[in-house]
């Protein structure tokens, strides 16, 4: 499936895609189903939070949507506004330098184990958000990258069992302050990627059986057309069942929870000369196993 988060008239509402370009509200086809509504509430942290009970009760209500003769349960995908497939993540936990073409344009040794950074739940932003970077901020940078969003509770998972606990894949642009996290001392990472809207995500979440595995996924990134970042997962200094494991072990990870998974060489603080975001910037940002991500600046 591909889950979405999207604006309802009391809050958000949990959809599905039917299609390329229609949207089942999930909570709504299950009740014309019979079914009980509130088994998919609106939350998407909540919704995860049911497990595999909450995944087949989505998927009773998609498929009884998309019967032909069931047309008035979807609509438009360009009708609804969405929102990040998880507005309100418990934690966003960063991992830095960990492609391996990335790790050389910045230099240094090679990491033992994951460098870790938080972005807090206030920075998250909608797919075709219009990014608003401080004023006062002179160097905004752009890294585009692979999200897994964790579907249960997890702790001291092994790496043989890590993707069992994914609920879904998505992208997002870890939008980056440089000067926080280069140019003082000691620097500040995770205050330097921790503003307001500084983590464009969406545009939906990719359960498992339709993505397939992430071990060998092309991720792209446009900045007003000229692509700048192409990479892909194997290139991967920790794969994704490396971090969820190595996460694990100290903290536990919750439903909902999104762990970005780093970027591939190519955002601007490592060009030369150096190439910041600027106003009316549109970036583009894709995985074909998952779709596309866009937003602009401000």
Not at 39 to 47: K, N, R, V, W, Y
Request: net charge neutral; proline share 10%.
């Amino acid at each position: 499936m591909r889950l979405l988060s999207f604006a309802g008239p009391g809050g958000a509402r949990i959809g599905a895609l039917a299609g390329p370009d229609q949207v089942v509200d999930l909570s709504a086809a299950l009740a014309a189903l019979g079914g009980d509504p509130s088994s998919i509430p609106g939350d998407m942290c909540a919704f995860l939070a049911r497990g595999d009970a909450g995944m087949v009760q989505a998927l009773r209500a998609l498929a009884f949507a998309a019967r032909p003769e069931n047309a008035a349960l979807r609509r438009p995908l360009a009708a609804v506004t969405l929102l990040a497939p998880v507005p309100r993540p418990g934690k966003i936990l960063g991992v830095g330098r960990n492609y391996g073409d990335h790790a050389k344009e910045v230099g240094g040794p090679r990491q033992e184990i994951p460098r870790i950074f938080l972005k807090p739940a206030t920075s998250i932003a909608p797919p075709g958000a219009m990014v608003r970077i401080p004023p006062v901020v002179a160097k905004p940078d752009w890294e585009a990258e692979l999200a897994v969003v964790i579907g249960r509770t997890t702790r001291n998972v092994r790496e043989a069992d890590a993707l069992r606990h994914v609920a879904g894949y998505t992208l997002l642009d870890d939008v980056s302050a440089r000067e926080f996290q280069f140019d003082i001392s000691p620097p500040q990472t995770s205050f330097a990627k921790g503003m307001d809207d500084f983590c464009p995500m969406g545009p939906w979440l990719v359960t498992p059986d339709e993505a397939g595995e992430p071990w060998n996924w092309e991720l792209r990134c446009w900045l007003n057309d000229e692509l700048v970042q192409h990479g892909n997962t194997r290139d991967l200094i920790f794969p994704v069942v490396t971090l969820i494991a190595h996460l694990s072990r100290y903290m536990t990870l919750e439903p909902g929870d999104v762990i970005a998974t780093g970027t591939p060489a190519g955002s601007g603080a490592f060009r030369v000369p150096p190439r910041w975001l600027r106003p009316g910037d549109r970036l583009r940002m894709e995985i074909p196993q998952i779709g596309l991500l866009e937003h602009g600046i401000a």
